[in-house]
């Protein structure tokens, strides 16, 4: 028997739910996956791991179980067990397969099959991580502003305020954790062949040199769109883990939207600040962006 996709409440921005126990797996490390029905938890995803798991507990018939880790399991067209992370060999959403949250537990919880699970995550910690992750938006857009009269060309992309995808077209990896999104930008030469200029010209200096003004416009802008409390929303086709959404948030410019399958905060003027710090790596071949949210 094959297991549905499995239904998620996440991106409303839920944190507890009650569900069915479909299934229990034993993992390969020793630990083993609880399986429900549906699930508020947001699990790590093996395509685009940038947020981390949610944690918290699954609480059946009065018995508390810790969720020390949440991922993503999938099961093949033949059922059997669920494959987990980098195992998986198929693209997050291939509609052949099932796509299950598995909440991690770390001894055999034992018979749960048909008893009702009372799911609790950590509040706090998925508070952190979504502000953590709306930065990581936010930061997005605000570079791509700044960075737009570097382009000598048109690149072939733009985000919602019509600006070169510095973004998209550079990004080497992005991670969030409960303090900060790290997003690593590659300025390699295919960046430069698409026309990012990142040497000296007669209109502005080398983008070393150029750091600290950068780094004062994305922080001024950050700071307008936490002022404005710009509301923050994620649009859900449908209930199921892979559903395709996005998230949209209407800024003072304009609304925009990034596709995205993590959780955000609810509004802007959920923080009290929003700053980011940009590197460059010696070689000049790197540029990184710490965006660092602070909660009201
Ligand atoms: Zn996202």
Known sequence: MTLPTTH??????????ESPVLAVHPLADGRYAVVTAATPFHPLDHTWPDQPADLGTLT?????????????????PEGGEPLVGADIPVRRGDEEWSWLVLHVVDGDPGDLVGRTAALAVDADRRGALSASHSGCHLL???????LAPRWRKDPGRSDAFGHP??????MASSVMDTAASTDTYRLGKSLKKKGFTVDATEEFPALADALPALTEAVNARLAAWVAADAPVRIEVPGPELTARRQWHCELPEGGAQIFCGGTHLHHLGELAELRTELRLSEDGTELVAVTSPKRA
């Open 165 to 170: 995808d510095f973004d998209s077209l550079a």
């Open 140 to 146: 997005a857009l605000a570079l791509n502003a700044a």
């Open 8 to 17: 998620v409440s996440f991106p409303a921005g839920a944190v507890t739910g």
């Open 60 to 76: 059946v018939d009065g018995t508390e179980l810790a969720v020390v880790d949440c991922l993503t399991g999938a099961v093949g």
